[in-house]
């Protein structure tokens, strides 16, 4: 017996006449440009995209069944038909430059169908950034940090906006003038507001990072 197939064997003896017999059964399936060999499927299945994105961990009510393939896809069979079945990542098993919207989902297959589950899994810019005043002194915690493409310096306003219009990402400064950002551009302007009402500005260019690494970005000097 195998991950993907079953197999059976018998052999009969007659008198002085030997027979044997071997069978062999599983299933093919073929959803969304992929195909899947598996053990027989008595019920519904899923097939599980994770957006190209390989080994990422996949559960079935809570439990971890396996991991995506090469091609970012993953088999899930013996669903309950009717049912509502919940299927999930583990979202600690990504790496560092990775996010996702959603890391669960509830499916309810008919009699002996198959449904097609995504996770938009997409790659980000996340960095810790510490930032320094122009005398070398970390800034003030609590400071608003935003972030704007660096090209776009211009439309970069006096004043924090809070409205729900404003798609700029915003982060508040730490300990040591350290704070974090997890959608970086590859360019950035930065824009402080600090708490006695006056503002500084840094640019900041992507370095890159590995998949598991969150790089510390800095000291880089803001400058009013």
């Not at 052999?11 to 053990?39: E, I, Q, W, Y």
């Not at 990422?56 to 669903?79: A, D, H, S, Y």
């Not at 996770?119 to 002194?137: E, I, M, P, Y």
């Not at 970086?184 to 890159?208: F, K, V």
């Amino acid at each position: 017996m195998g991950r993907a197939f079953e197999a059976n064997a018998a052999v009969a003896h007659s008198g002085d006449a030997t027979s044997g017999a071997l069978g062999v059964s599983g299933a093919l399936v073929v959803m969304d440009g992929h195909a899947f060999t598996s053990r027989r499927i008595y019920d519904s299945f899923a097939v599980v995209s994770t957006n190209g994105v390989a080994d990422v961990p996949i559960r079935r009510e809570n439990l971890t069944i396996g991991k995506t393939n090469q091609n970012g896809v993953m088999l899930v069979p013996q669903l309950l038909s009717y049912q509502s079945n919940k299927i999930s990542i583990d979202s600690m098993g990504l790496p560092a430059q990775m996010r996702v919207p959603d890391v669960s989902q509830s499916v309810t297959p008919t009699d002996r169908s198959g449904v097609l589950v995504r996770f938009d899994l997409t790659t980000v810019r996340s960095a810790t950034v510490v930032l320094h005043d122009a005398n070398g002194q970390p800034l003030p915690i609590g400071s608003i940090v935003a972030v704007a493409q660096a090209d776009a310096a211009a439309a970069v306003p006096d004043a924090p906006q809070t409205s729900g219009s404003d798609q700029r990402q915003t982060s508040v400064v730490g300990y040591d003038g350290a704070t974090y950002f997890d959608t970086l551009l590859p360019s950035n302007r930065l824009t402080a507001y600090l708490p006695d009402g006056s503002s500084c500005h840094a640019l900041l260019d992507w370095p890159g990072a590995k998949p598991n690494e969150v790089p510390v970005i800095g000291p880089i000097i803001c400058r009013k």
